[in-house]
C-alpha cells in the first residue's frame, strides 16, 4: 500500500498511474509521510498531478491552515504548473512568519529550493536572450560574408 492510499508504506511505481482517486495526507500524517507523498505525487503522470494539486488548492481555500498551506506548497515543487513561483513563495512566507509552526523547517527548506528555481529560471530565460541575439548578429555577419562574396566575385569577373 503506497502513501497515496494509506498514507504511509511502500508501493510499485507501476500502481501509480492505475489510480483513479488520489487521496490528500490528513493533518495527522505528518511532515515525513507529506514529503513520501509528495515524491509519489512526482511519479504519476502530468494530468494526474493536475488533478492532485487542484485538490489540494480547493481544500486550502476551503481552510487556509497552516498544513494546506505547506502541503499546497509541497506538491507546488513536484507539480510544475500547480501554482506561480510567486503563489508558492508567498504561501511559505506564510509559516516563515512564524518562527515557532512545526512547518517552518520545512518552509525554510521549500523556500531555499524556490529561490533556487526562481534564479535557474532567470539565468535561462537570460541565456535564451542572449542566444536570439548572438544568433541575430551571426546571421547579419553571414550576411555580409554573403555581400562581400558577392562583391569579390563581381570584381574578379570584371578583371577577365
Do not use: W
Not at 19 to 25: F, Y
Not at 53 to 79: E, H, W
Not at 130 to 154: C, D, G, M, P, R
Amino acid at each position: 500500500m503506497s502513501f497515496l492510499q494509506s498514507g504511509g508504506g511502500n508501493h510499485s511505481s507501476s500502481r501509480l498511474s492505475e489510480r483513479a482517486a488520489i487521496s490528500l495526507p490528513s493533518r495527522a500524517s505528518g511532515i515525513k509521510t507529506l514529503m513520501g507523498y509528495a515524491g509519489e505525487v512526482a511519479q504519476l503522470p502530468q494530468n494526474q498531478r493536475l488533478k492532485v494539486c487542484m485538490k489540494a488548492k480547493t481544500q486550502y481555500a476551503d481552510s487556509p491552515n497552516g498544513f494546506y498551506r505547506i502541503r499546497l506548497a509541497v506538491l507546488a515543487s513536484v507539480v510544475p504548473g500547480c501554482i506561480s513561483p510567486d503563489q508558492q513563495t508567498s504561501l511559505l512566507q506564510e509559516s516563515l512568519n512564524h518562527r515557532g509552526s512545526s512547518y517552518y523547517g520545512v518552509a525554510q527548506y521549500l523556500s531555499a529550493i524556490t529561490r533556487r528555481q526562481q534564479k535557474s529560471e532567470q539565468a535561462l530565460s537570460e541565456s535564451k536572450r542572449s542566444n536570439a541575439a548572438l544568433h541575430k548578429k551571426l546571421k547579419a555577419l553571414t550576411h555580409i560574408e554573403t555581400q562581400v562574396n558577392q562583391i569579390k566575385t563581381h570584381e574578379l569577373q570584371n578583371l577577365n
